[in-house]
């Protein structure tokens, strides 16, 4: 079973840039994603790569802002946020499936922790 583990979040003011890690163990599946969740609101999908072609898709919000990539030799997932809004203020978590790859939670079967991250003005 392969696990997932966030880390590179904090408290960062508006303009400001982090860039969130991923590491899995055993092996990256095809399709990872992630996803975030602010108190309140439902997960939503934010940004999602094919491992094997590269191949990225981004939530209309963080268009031009936020980069997903991959390293499939170290197993890593990333994740850089750039011009971070207060809006983007959530807890972020890290996704894998063999399935869908889309941006809907639902077809993601392993969840890491999450790693929140907070925006101020």
């Known amino acids: 079973q392969v696990q997932l583990v966030e880390s590179g979040g904090g408290s960062v003011q508006a303009g400001g840039s982090l860039r969130l890690s991923c590491a899995a163990s055993g092996y990256l599946s095809s399709c990872m994603g992630w996803f975030r969740q602010a108190p309140g609101n439902e997960r939503e999908g934010v940004a999602r790569i094919n491992t094997r072609i590269g191949t990225s898709a981004y939530a209309d919000s963080v268009k031009g802002r936020f980069t997903i990539s991959r390293d499939n030799a170290k197993k890593m997932l990333y994740l850089q946020m750039n011009s971070l809004k207060p809006e983007d203020t959530a807890m972020y978590y890290c996704?894998?499936?063999?399935?869908?790859?889309?941006?809907?939670?639902?077809?993601?079967?392993?969840w890491g922790q999450g790693t929140q991250v907070t925006v101020s003005l």
């Open positions: 996704a894998a499936t063999e399935g869908v790859c889309g941006l809907g939670p639902d077809s993601y079967k392993i």
